[in-house]
């Protein structure tokens, strides 16, 4: 089920807490020893850089897979551990400064600075502007044996990128939302679902949705939503949204029953893609439509609970697209609250982006 460990830094009081929340996420995992130590260490770092820079944000961990869509299709059987560090702060100037080892500028600091979790977590990535603030994701998981570069299959398609952040509502353990990533061949499908209700009953459904996913990754995606009817019956039931990229024709079929939000980035800007009402596991509806757009180089799609306000703006920033798109999910979430006017629902947000263009860390 989609656990969630969130945790307000508005003081150095609360830097063990997140401490303690990493740890206790690789506990729930099973990880070792070491990746908890590395888990524990880059959570404190976040924490302590909000405390001492950003005058107060939040850390948000959750249990997620690799952002390469190339990665083991079974890679649920080992989540990452993804640490999420947001803010409304000041924002960093020299990012590529920043992320030196070593680097700080406050004389009280650990010492271990972002250089270090960029050096030693799985994933690092960082994005900051100037007077908006500042999300930085890192993911720690297992390290795998490397494989030589004779033996390493050449990337057959564009190996499209996916990633989110998922929050509960009043910091509950559980969220009623979760997404989740699969690939069959040339097929990257991208879901998120809503469970109904908040807590650990909307986490099952949930839960079911993401474990019918990972079982029928080569499902169309309407004929996966009505799998999804039949399998959430037992439960609460659920809004589910299912984008499919095919990354041989560069086509994205969007499909969803219930209130999902999607928005896709084209030329002329951002395109709504719509979601018909209805609940998966209770109310389906007669026909599901099945909308069709073209996958391009610049492209980005944004997956969303109605967690989100009703008017949230998408972001301006191109920049993301080099982005881990975590971090771009997480922009959105930061963006679209703030400590007057925070999230009151269960939210998640899920971003599927083409193959990474630069060399952004």
């Known amino acids: 089920m989609s656990r969630v460990w969130e945790i307000p830094v508005q003081d150095s009081t609360r830097v063990r807490d997140v401490r303690v929340a990493a740890e206790h996420a690789c506990g729930h995992i099973g990880l070792d020893a070491h990746c908890t130590a590395v888990a524990a260490l880059v959570a404190t770092e976040l924490a302590t850089n909000l405390v001492k820079h950003a005058s107060e944000g939040r850390i948000v961990i959750n249990l997620t897979g690799p952002s390469d869509t190339r990665a083991d299709p079974r890679a649920e059987a080992a989540p990452c551990v993804q640490i999420t560090s947001l803010d409304h702060g000041p924002g960093i100037r020299d990012v590529p400064e920043a992320l030196r080892d070593g680097f700080t500028t406050a004389p ?199 967690g989100l306000p009703g008017r949230w703006s998408p972001p301006q920033d191109r920049g993301l697209l080099d982005h881990d798109p975590a971090v771009t999910a997480a922009v959105v979430l930061r963006d679209a609250g703030s400590a007057a006017s925070p999230l009151r629902d269960d939210t998640s947000v899920a971003v599927l982006v083409p193959a990474r263009a630069s060399g952004h860390p």
């Open 108 to 306: 009280s600091s650990l010492g271990a600075g972002l250089g270090t979790c960029l050096r030693i977590a799985r994933d690092f990535d960082l994005h900051s502007r100037p007077g908006a603030g500042t999300v930085a994701v890192a993911r720690i998981s297992p390290a795998r044996p490397p494989v030589a570069a004779s033996a390493r299959p050449a990337p057959a398609y564009g190996s499209a990128r996916a990633g989110g952040i998922t929050t509960s509502l009043a910091h509950d353990e559980y969220s009623g939302d979760a997404f989740a990533w699969v690939r069959c061949g040339s097929l990257v499908t991208l879901m998120l679902t809503d469970g109904l209700g908040h807590g650990r009953k909307a986490a099952e459904a949930s839960a079911t949705a993401v474990r019918e996913l990972r079982r029928n990754a080569g499902l169309p995606a309407a004929d996966l939503l009505r799998l999804l009817h039949s399998a959430l019956g037992g439960t609460r039931g659920a809004a589910v949204g299912v984008a499919q990229l095919d990354e041989a024709t560069h086509r994205l079929s969007y499909a969803g029953v219930g209130n999902i939000g999607a928005r896709l980035r084209t030329d002329e800007g951002w395109q709504p893609l719509i979601s018909h009402p209805g609940i998966v596991g209770a109310h389906f509806p007669a026909t599901v439509p099945v909308q069709q757009s073209s996958w391009r180089p610049d492209s980005l799609l944004i997956l969303h609970s109605d």
